[in-house]
């Protein structure tokens, strides 16, 4: 492709790296020549590439690996799987079909913390409130999803219950225990996105183009109303939808009190 200069430079040689990424010349797995090799064939510097390079690497086209070059991503045409947030009771155990994620994922990381400016309000809790944390790389064992799942107990909440004692459960489990102490638990989430961090993504195994999805979930006492714990998972957009059943509620009735006090 002959570059015209009525335009910049580094966009004309992208649309050409473009071209010849759809034409099939380089296929997905294909590692890209050098820079060198990129300047001489398009005529320009390569600084004209690197930025060339950088465009497409930020349209998910291209994946830089460190220490061996830049390669062609296979192309992406969607999630290729999905987790379901649905929670199910059978008699005293709480099932989810994440539960098959945790199977597959790593052993937990257990760790005392505090509550932040994020997880405070979530919570019902001030700042600097102690809190177990348990961490957990899990895994979809039915395509290539990865996800990063973050167990928050409040110390004040689980006194009395087995998670005192044994922190890294999985979130069943945790559920089981609060149920066993009294609970009548329900549960509501919050999604939010953003640009991954270079952990996050070495982790998840996400393009520098992916955007990650932030799932807060808090499990909390339906009478009372009192957040118990939270969940935290980040998966990546590109590999994993998220899927909810949703079913119509009704209203609650106003009691006599309330409707006195109108």
Not at 166 to 193: D, I, K, M, Q
Request: hydrophobic share 40%.
């Amino acid at each position: 492709m002959a570059i015209i200069r009525n335009e910049a430079l580094h966009k004309q040689v992208a649309t050409a790296m473009r071209q010849s990424i759809a034409a099939g010349e380089w296929p997905p797995g294909t590692q890209l020549p050098t820079e060198t090799d990129l300047a001489e064939k398009y005529g320009v510097s390569r600084p004209t590439v690197r930025l060339a390079v950088a465009s497409l690497r930020s349209e998910g086209l291209l994946d830089v690996k460190q220490g061996r070059g830049t390669f062609v991503r296979a192309t992406v045409h969607g999630p290729a799987g999905a987790m379901e947030r649905t929670v199910t009771l059978q008699g005293s155990q709480y099932e989810t079909p994440a539960d098959a994620w945790f199977a597959q994922g790593e052993e937990p990381t257990v760790y005392r913390t505090r509550t932040d400016a994020i997880t405070a309000p979530l919570l019902g809790m001030d700042e600097g409130e102690a809190i177990f944390g348990c961490d957990r790389l899990i895994t979809d064992p039915a395509g290539d999803g990865r996800a990063l799942h973050r167990l928050l107990l409040p110390m004040e909440h689980i006194t009395g219950t087995s998670l005192a004692n044994e922190p890294g459960v999985t979130p069943t489990e945790a559920y089981a225990a609060l149920a066993a102490a009294g609970h009548n638990l329900a549960w509501r989430e919050r999604v939010s996105a953003r640009i991954p961090q270079p952990d996050e993504r070495q982790a998840l195994c996400l393009s520098e183009a992916a955007v990650l999805l932030v799932i807060h979930r808090v499990t909390y006492d339906q009478a009372a109303g009192l957040p118990l714990i939270l969940e935290e998972t980040k998966l990546g957009a590109e590999t994993t939808a998220l899927a909810y059943n949703i079913e119509a509620t009704k209203p609650k009735r106003a009691t006599r009190a309330a409707k006195a006090a109108r």
